[in-house]
């Protein structure tokens, strides 16, 4: 071996030595500065368990460290930065109710970088008033309401849907259902969220919502970077929207949707936030697009797979499509609870430790992060008998035990969308179900996908049309 690779070798060692010695210190301070830190593990140098954490399925590295550490609360380093891992009923309840006392709503570092323009990202922001920078998200909030959706989709969710069924289904002996039910979504969401006709940005989301479970290696080519250039494409557009139909009222035009109905506060000479309604408005389509495209995919599978099911959807079917109607579909909303159960689409959110918080014994340092993981009780079977298997009489009658079954969160921050979410998923189903019956081409299809389930084969289904 010659000198200079000699050298280079030395120089490598010296170099992973020097990552493991500061490794090794940042633990032994950190154990310092609390009375006492969760166990775990802050992984390798640099990444940490990050890999672990996204490519092993996040229910798999729950369970493997809960049972290893006999807690449902242990530490890690994930996305960057050094994390405490809360599950189970227990942990669902402390975070939900403590929000704002003792956490906040916080993005890893990684995460953050989705919902800012770049070349922004260390520059100061404007300052509105308090009044006028709270008016973007209440007013959005509220239209999310459920009179706020009857207002806005109205007529528009049944022949968005009844066109939908035209062009992809009628006449088809045999479709995929996962590509269907995500161009569907999305073109849903388009109409109701920006006021345009047609799915628009598909590619550009679907890279959004699996970069924000990926690993933060910006290069071309690689989940993370592709999830970067769709959220600037996107805020782009949303932007070029927003100013549009700021003219458009300006010029005293009838414009009657989401966006239209936000900045319509500057007409009254308020200021109106663009880059926050962007943001938020893209966060809202990010979280709610890809969901009710998965949840709605498994759960047709399942009803092909079970007449009994089938038959008792039907059996409880009405006409009508407004809020009120749908609210009595109770069996159909007990299907889909049980796929959301079987197959998650939020596998938690992160929170940031407003002060030092003692818990179970432990002490959470002020500033680490919390991973709150939603899905920690989701197959457990102390709290679901059978896990693995699809029984929506779970969500009948007796409800779960509290807090051991979270899709849309808890507490104050409960996801805004949840009953946008509903009122598709429900009224798509009612549909559905009274055009067709159909079964199940691949019964035992393969689930792909670490953090967020995906059909590797669309989940294919014959049907049979009434």
């Not at 490794?23 to 940490?48: A, C, D, H």
């Not at 996962?178 to 590619?203: E, H, M, N, R, W």
């Not at 409960?414 to 019964?443: M, Q, S």
Request: net charge positive; proline share 7%.
């Amino acid at each position: 071996m010659d000198f200079f690779m000699q050298s280079l070798l030395l120089t490598l060692l010296t170099l992973v030595a020097s990552i493991f010695v500061l490794q090794k210190r940042r633990k032994l301070l950190v154990l310092g500065s609390t009375k006492s830190l969760p166990p775990g593990s802050f992984g390798w140098p640099l990444v940490g368990e990050t890999y672990q954490f996204l490519f092993n399925k996040i229910e798999h590295f729950l369970q493997e460290r809960v049972q290893k550490h006999s807690s449902e609360i242990f530490h890690t380093h994930i996305l960057g930065e050094s994390t405490v891992v809360l599950c189970g009923p227990g942990a669902n309840k402390f975070v939900s109710t403590n929000e704002t006392k003792l956490v906040k709503v916080s993005y890893m570092k990684t995460q953050r970088r989705f919902f800012i323009i770049p070349d922004q990202r260390h520059a100061p922001m404007p300052k509105p008033t308090q009044e006028a920078a709270s008016a973007a998200p209440v007013k959005i909030l509220g239209i999310l309401k459920p009179e706020g959706i009857s207002r806005y989709m109205g007529n528009k969710i049944e022949s968005t849907m009844n066109q939908h069924f035209i062009t992809h289904w009628e006449g088809k002996k045999e479709v995929k259902v996962y590509p269907l039910v995500k161009a569907f979504s999305l073109t849903l969401g388009c109409q109701f969220f920006l006021g345009i006709d047609g799915p628009k940005f598909a590619s550009e989301f679907e890279n959004l919502y699996f970069g924000i479970y990926s690993v933060p290696v910006n290069f071309p080519g690689s989940t993370y970077h592709r999830a970067l250039k769709a959220a600037a494409a996107i805020r782009k557009e949303i932007q070029i929207l927003i100013k549009e139909k700021i003219d458009a009222l300006s010029k005293g035009q009838v414009v009657d949707d989401l966006i239209a109905h936000v900045v319509g506060a500057e007409q009254d000479g308020k200021y109106v936030p663009r880059l926050e309604i962007s943001n938020i408005i893209m966060g809202l389509m990010n979280s709610s697009h890809m969901p009710i495209a998965i949840t709605l995919a498994f759960m047709i599978k399942h009803i092909g797979q079970r007449p009994d099911i089938y038959q008792k959807i039907l059996s409880g079917s009405g006409t009508a499509l407004d809020w009120n109607s749908i609210q009595k579909l109770k069996y159909t909303w007990a299907v889909a609870q049980e796929t959301m159960r079987l197959y998650p689409t939020a596998p938690g959110a992160f929170r940031e430790a407003i002060t030092d918080i003692t818990y179970e014994g432990f002490t959470i340092p002020k500033g680490w992060k919390i991973f709150w993981a939603f899905i920690g009780t989701n197959k457990n079977p102390k709290y679901f008998h059978e896990p693995e298997s699809f029984d929506p009489s779970r969500f009948e009658g007796n409800a779960p035990v509290p807090y051991t079954w979270l899709p849309f969160g808890a507490g104050p921050r409960t996801c805004p969308g949840k009953d946008y979410v509903r009122f598709v998923v429900l009224n798509f189903i009612h549909i559905l179900i009274t055009k067709f019956k159909w079964e199940a081409i691949l019964p035992d299809e393969k689930v792909s996908g670490s953090s967020i389930p995906i059909p590797a084969e669309g989940i294919p289904i014959r049907l049979h049309h009434y």
